[in-house]
């Protein structure tokens, strides 16, 4: 990606990929960040993320009602909300509600 200039994204151009039945597509991977989009049906459970070992992420959900489970506790996410992932925390998502899940994440520093 050429960091030199401002760059538009499109969904088509994402790198897309499966956590279990969550459909991930990541826009940005840099050295210093990354950025994406995490989709998962109603009863879908995505695949446990092991942490990151240096870098911090938020996920904000964009819309529906999910929990963000850390292998010990479970946090209840509703549209608009956000959660701060610390380095090296375990997590994993589950669509709690009656509609299609969509969360944004970000991270930083890149890995």
């Known amino acids: ?3 030199s200039s401002a760059s538009i994204i499109r969904a ?3 790198i897309t990929f499966m956590e279990g039945p969550e459909l991930c597509r990541e826009y940005v991977k840099t050295p210093k ?3 994406g989009t995490s989709t998962l049906h109603p009863g879908q459970k995505g695949s446990i993320d092991v942490g990151h070992s ?3 992420e938020v996920f904000y959900c964009c819309t529906g009602h999910v929990l963000l489970f850390d292998e ?3 946090y209840e996410l509703f549209t608009g909300d956000a959660i701060f992932i610390p380095e090296g925390l375990p997590h994993t998502l589950i669509n709690i509600g009656d509609e299609v899940a969509v969360l944004v994440w970000a991270g ?3 890995q």
């Open 1 to 3: 990606m050429d960091t």
């Open 12 to 14: 088509r151009d994402a």
């Open 33 to 35: 960040m990354w950025f």
């Open 54 to 56: 240096v870098s911090q």
């Open 72 to 74: 010990k506790i479970y």
């Open 108 to 110: 930083a520093p890149g």
